[in-house]
């Protein structure tokens, strides 16, 4: 999905082909690599746009001795449909690293649906983390895996707090437009 709304967004600004794109993500950092993102996929994911109306080709630019280059401009319900892959993309997060995307497309989205999405994103992890504390206490420790127990409990709650103050601290800055 992360790929699609990249391609979207791009397509929002000018119209493009998808080795361009792929160029402009690898240089100077080599993002595309860094992904995961190959040739084949991008190219996978323009087709598939294609297929769902949410992109179209332009132009074909014939180059001797090149292969032909298509190039795409986004549709109207490609615009409609960006929004909604972004909203969708801020619910299925499991983390802010799965929302770079939707965060650096914020401008495509009403921030106060993403804050509120945010917000009950933060509010069942909070409510999760406190319901999982509670059963230390039920917990048997034997001598034997104390150390264990101890070293769990303390890679959790700083993940857990970790995660909390990163959601808290992200919600603050789109709420005052930093982001």
């Given at each position: 999905?992360?790929?699609?709304i990249?391609?979207?967004?791009?397509?929002?600004?000018?119209?493009?082909y998808?080795?361009?794109?792929?160029?402009?993500?690898?240089?100077?950092?080599?993002?595309d690599?860094?992904?995961g993102?190959t040739?084949?996929?991008?190219?996978?994911?323009?087709?598939?746009?294609?297929?769902?109306?949410?992109?179209e080709?332009?132009e074909?630019?014939?180059?001797?001795?090149?292969?032909?280059?298509q190039v795409?401009?986004?549709?109207?319900?490609?615009?409609?449909?960006?929004p909604k892959?972004?909203?969708k993309l801020?619910?299925?997060?499991?983390?802010?690293s799965?929302?770079?995307v939707?965060?650096?497309?914020?401008?495509?989205?009403?921030r106060?649906n993403?804050?509120?999405i945010?917000?009950?994103?933060?509010?069942?992890?909070?409510?999760?983390?406190d319901?999982?504390?509670g059963?230390?206490?039920?917990?048997?420790?034997?001598?034997?895996k104390?150390?264990?127990?101890?070293?769990?409990?303390?890679?959790?709650?700083?993940r857990?707090?970790?995660?909390?103050?990163w959601?808290?601290?992200?919600?603050k800055?789109?709420?005052?437009?930093e982001?």
């Amino acid at each position: 999905m992360s790929i699609q709304i990249f391609i979207l967004s791009k397509l929002m600004e000018d119209n493009t082909y998808p080795y361009k794109l792929k160029k402009q993500l690898s240089e100077p950092i080599p993002l595309d690599q860094l992904s995961g993102l190959t040739e084949s996929k991008l190219y996978y994911h323009f087709d598939s746009l294609a297929k769902k109306g949410l992109i179209e080709t332009v132009e074909i630019i014939k180059e001797e001795h090149r292969p032909d280059k298509q190039v795409f401009r986004i549709t109207d319900k490609g615009r409609e449909e960006l929004p909604k892959k972004i909203y969708k993309l801020f619910e299925s997060a499991d983390a802010i690293s799965d929302m770079v995307v939707g965060l650096a497309n914020l401008k495509y989205v009403d921030r106060n649906n993403v804050v509120g999405i945010l917000e009950k994103k933060l509010k069942d992890f909070t409510d999760r983390w406190d319901y999982i504390k509670g059963y230390e206490k039920h917990i048997q420790k034997d001598k034997e895996k104390e150390k264990f127990v101890e070293f769990m409990n303390g890679y959790f709650s700083t993940r857990s707090e970790h995660t909390i103050h990163w959601l808290e601290e992200l919600i603050k800055g789109i709420k005052q437009g930093e982001i």
